[in-house]
């Protein structure tokens, strides 16, 4: 007796199991479901890309306000040179 009741127990564990996983599944591929999944998708890349790019556009906004620097020394130069 004991051992029908443990296998009652262990069906109707894994019909919960069952229920559960189908419940789950039915949201994950209903249109909420995919919706929310698109949007994560979306804000995770976005978030690895930062994590993964701002060092590099940090070098390449350096690296701009350097050749502006210098743009503007010999614009100065040139100027100063016609004066003359």
């Given at each position: 007796?004991?051992?029908?009741?443990?296998?009652?127990?262990?069906?109707?564990?894994?019909?919960?199991?069952?229920?559960?996983?189908?419940?789950?599944?039915?949201?994950?591929?209903?249109?909420?479901?995919?919706?929310?999944?698109?949007?994560?998708?979306?804000?995770?890349?976005?978030?690895?890309?930062?994590?993964?790019?701002?060092?590099?556009?940090?070098?390449?906004?350096?690296?701009?306000?350097?050749?502006?620097?210098?743009?503007?020394?010999?614009?100065?130069v040139?100027?100063?040179?016609?004066?003359?």
């Amino acid at each position: 007796m004991s051992s029908s009741k443990n296998k009652r127990n262990a069906d109707s564990g894994c019909s919960r199991c069952s229920k559960c996983c189908s419940s789950f599944m039915s949201l994950a591929f209903s249109t909420i479901g995919l919706i929310v999944a698109v949007v994560s998708y979306s804000a995770l890349g976005g978030l690895i890309f930062l994590k993964l790019e701002v060092e590099n556009e940090r070098q390449q906004m350096e690296i701009t306000r350097k050749n502006v620097s210098i743009n503007q020394e010999v614009s100065d130069v040139t100027v100063c040179c016609e004066e003359t």
